[in-house]
């Protein structure tokens, strides 16, 4: 994925950026080794069965850190300085698991120099996950 570099002025209100991940078992692995977090639901996919669940349930702060590539490398890019995050957990997302993540534009504030973004986490065409972003669009010229 090529960084993109977008100025405030090149931002518009329903600008839209997506792409596709596919998370597995391997994802949750390294998650769980860099967050610590190994709860059975996540790493064993006996209990996340018997819990209901056809396989491991993704931890849902996996799935939402790809927004951080989202922002960082896509909407606004480089100029990017994230100030704000909310994120709603709808639906679990269980591996393997083919997820389309979703950023619009629904405010550009030219005094602040920030956007707002509404992003979506869906598979399946259900939301996954539902969340809002402030991001502040640095302007490095002058």
Not at 10 to 30: L, M, P, T, Y
Not at 94 to 118: C, D, G, H, K, Y
């Amino acid at each position: 994925m090529a960084l993109k570099e977008l100025s405030l002025n090149e931002i518009k209100i329903d600008d839209k950026a997506s792409f596709v991940v596919e998370i597995s078992n391997r994802d949750i692995e390294r998650f769980t080794e860099l967050s610590g977090d190994n709860n059975p639901l996540h790493c064993d996919s006996q209990y996340a069965k018997a819990s209901g669940f056809t396989n491991n349930v993704a931890h849902g702060l996996l799935v939402s850190s790809f927004f951080s590539r989202m922002i960082g490398m896509e909407l606004p890019g480089k100029n990017a300085l994230i100030l704000k995050l909310q994120f709603r957990f709808l639906k679990p997302v269980v591996v393997p698991a083919t997820v389309n993540f979703t950023a619009v534009v629904r405010n550009v504030n030219l005094s602040t120099q920030t956007i707002e973004l509404q992003l979506s986490a869906t598979t399946e065409n259900e939301v996954k996950v539902k969340g809002e972003a402030l991001v502040k669009v640095r302007d490095f010229e002058g």
